[in-house]
């Protein structure tokens, strides 16, 4: 592909983040690292991480800057992320933003990827979600695993992820409102932002998200940035 790809995929919960992140970074041959998935696997690890982050989580809240910050930094210091990596789930806010340039160096991240999908799509999305829970791969009722909720990549039992009830649901969106939407106007004035449709079939977006990547990291740069809706 020519070079390393450091990128960020942002989105409203539901927005399939999750799904896109892995395959831009199977299509790139980098880690995909999300936030998420590391302090889910920490609470059933029953770290101290876990049982710090646990409560947050059930609530739907965020968790502290300062964890996640120490999560991340670690995480971007092993060997496999030296040459790129997919970050899902952070940055969250621009204080995450402004931590993870400088703990980057070298111009930071090379694009931002905004996955743009209306909040009744999402809500639709998130009441039929199900998750892994050994691997955390996401499916979803219209789309379960081939073999009775049992995961198509590891065997693990599929199930409905605890923190996607109703009332942290909408709380969710709500801190994605206040907390991540400030990101789309500090990444576009950087000129690090493209803003890509994550309706329809999961193919087609990823098709779109590819064609932003090869148009935005190559020898030259082309602003993109689709209708927001």
């Known amino acids: 592909m020519g070079g390393s790809r450091?990128?960020?995929?942002?989105?409203?919960?539901?927005?399939?983040?999750?799904?896109q992140a892995e395959r831009l970074a199977d299509h790139h041959g980098v880690?995909?690292?999300?936030?998420?998935?590391?302090?889910?696997?920490?609470?059933?690890?029953?770290?101290?991480?876990?049982?710090?982050a646990r409560s947050y989580m059930e609530d739907g809240e965020l968790v502290p800057d300062e964890a996640v910050l120490d999560l991340v930094g670690e995480r971007l210091g092993a060997d496999d992320a030296q040459d790129g990596f997919v970050l899902d789930g952070f940055p969250r806010n621009?204080?995450?933003?402004?931590?993870?340039e400088d703990l980057l160096g070298g111009g930071g991240v090379d694009l931002v990827l905004e996955l743009v999908v209306p909040t009744d799509v999402v809500l639709e999305r998130l009441a039929g979600r199900r998750v892994c829970t050994n691997c955390g791969t996401n499916y979803s009722i219209q789309h379960p695993p081939k073999t009775d909720w049992t995961c198509d990549r590891c065997g693990g039992t599929v199930v409905e992820r605890d923190d996607d009830t109703e009332g942290a649901i909408k709380r969710r969106l709500a801190l994605y409102e206040r907390e991540t939407e400030p990101l789309v106007a500090w990444y576009?004035?950087?000129?690090?932002?493209?803003?890509?449709?994550?309706?329809?079939?999961?193919?087609?977006?990823?098709?779109?998200?590819?064609r932003a990547v090869d148009a935005r990291i190559g020898t030259s740069v082309v602003r993109q940035?689709?209708?927001r809706d």
């Open 6 to 19: 450091r990128l960020v995929i942002l989105g409203k919960q539901g927005a399939g983040k999750g799904t």
């Open 31 to 52: 880690p995909r690292i999300s936030t998420g998935d590391m302090f889910r696997a920490a609470v059933k690890a029953d770290t101290e991480a876990g049982r710090r």
């Open 94 to 100: 621009v204080r995450q933003a402004e931590a993870l």
């Open 188 to 210: 576009l004035a950087k000129d690090k932002l493209a803003a890509v449709d994550g309706t329809g079939h999961p193919d087609a977006v990823t098709t779109r998200l590819l």
């Open 225 to 227: 940035a689709p209708g």
